[in-house]
């Protein structure tokens, strides 16, 4: 699948559990709580959240190489949902566990210079 | 086993067959007697292009045309391997049968590499942001300084420990003692863990041999008998975890393992456990119930984790030291829990050992396996 045909890539748009009311992001199809009981149907997640871990790579991914090193954290939304994004933008000093962020739409890598370019979301320093 | 380590000189298939000789003549056994085969192994399409390894295994041992069975759990497929064998021997459906694990990673690039070891965690969510396995292990290591106050040194004494005990191990891929100041100053990889907080790319095998006690008694001279068997699941994502400080999945297939060898962690006296990362090692022993959770930074700071101090953990040198070919791996910690039940360690042998225990992770800890031997 391309980036474009997974919109909770871009948009933040996971699940809720219409039975539980626990939320999930990435969308799951199965309440993995309430199984066949649950009912799970499309939630925006919200755009902000907490740094929750952090860790700064300097041995980056394939793909990565010109943006190495770059930050990943764990992103603790106010639902209780955490996500993996990185966070651009940022003093190193600013980066700490417990800093609030905002979600962002940028670019993730590019499949060398001709292919495609995949988005999504990364996370900003909120303040 | 076969020697571990940057093996230049063996193909893949070479691997196999060295462990898979060593195996049949420990046991005192004639191929013929064996009946089917499970083989672990995870990525040998993107670190060789060769699938279809359970075929490759049955042929290279000359085995044909008895079963052969490849299987895929990422770091953990060599004690997933393994546990298939025991269920095929339990049931009934065999009387003897080999398992094994295999991995040749050195013919690929670092980074080719990296990215085949991605396929350990959930491509589309992690990997696709560009975490590294040191990364996923790095959000780990920082929660549990942030929770428990755990230091980089303390996890760089596990490094150290390690090859310690690598120095011991004539299969280990390096046998070289390191300082504490070597650890703490080698290159950060993934903040905080460094060079020397990681597991290296490795090539090896390792193959043991299964049957029922009362059959392995009248063959072999040492045979050891397997008191638990055990394997947990988690999300595959490490961000959906409800805690970073833990793997649920040791923590479940621990339980369930114990209750099995009707034992208390106190009970074993040596441990092979998964320490792809110095971090692993420190959850590892926690969450196995050798030490509270929080404490075992301080504790191996305190040397508890020595060769026979407390507990002897990862007397081959562990995954840091004896090397880590994601397949082989399970198998192998399980061929060095049989050294040291047999008092066959060497230099590295643990006093007094009557019960020891492996433990294996697929991934960020999305497998687990436990698993408890005593001798027969």
Known sequence: ?127 | MSKFGERWDASFRQLVAEAGIMALKDSKIDGSAIQAVFGGCMASGRFLGQEHIGALIVDQLGLNPIASTRLEAACASGSVAFRSGIMAVASGMYDMVAVGGVEKMTEVSVEDAATALGGAGDQEWELFQGATFPALYALMARRHMKEYGTTEEQMALCAVKNHENGSKNPYAQYQNKITLETAMNSAVIASPLKLFDCSPISDGAAVAILCETSKAKKICEQPIEIIASAQASDTLALAQRKSLTELNATKVAAKQAFEQAKLKPKDIQTAEVHDCFTIAEIMAVEDLGFFEKGKAGKAIEAGETKLNSAISVNTSGGLKACGHPVGATGVKQIVEAVWQLRGQGGQRQANGVEHALTHNVGGSGATATVHIFKRA
């Open chain 1, 1 to 127: 699948m391309v980036w474009r045909e997974i919109p909770e890539r871009y948009n933040l748009i996971g699940s809720t559990c219409e039975n539980c009311k626990q939320e999930f992001f990435p969308q799951r199809l199965i309440c993995p709580n309430c199984r066949r009981k649950g009912k799970l149907v499309e939630k925006k997640m919200p755009d902000e959240g907490k740094i929750f871990s952090f860790t700064q790579v300097h041995s980056g991914a394939k793909g990565f190489e010109n943006e190495t090193p770059y930050t990943l954290a764990i992103v603790e939304m106010p639902n209780g949902v955490r996500v993996l994004g990185h966070i651009v933008d940022a003093q190193p000093e600013k980066i700490k566990i417990g800093t609030k962020v905002k979600a962002v739409f940028r670019r993730i890598f590019a499949e060398g210079e001709e292919g495609i370019i995949a988005y999504g979301f990364k996370f900003k320093v909120a303040d």
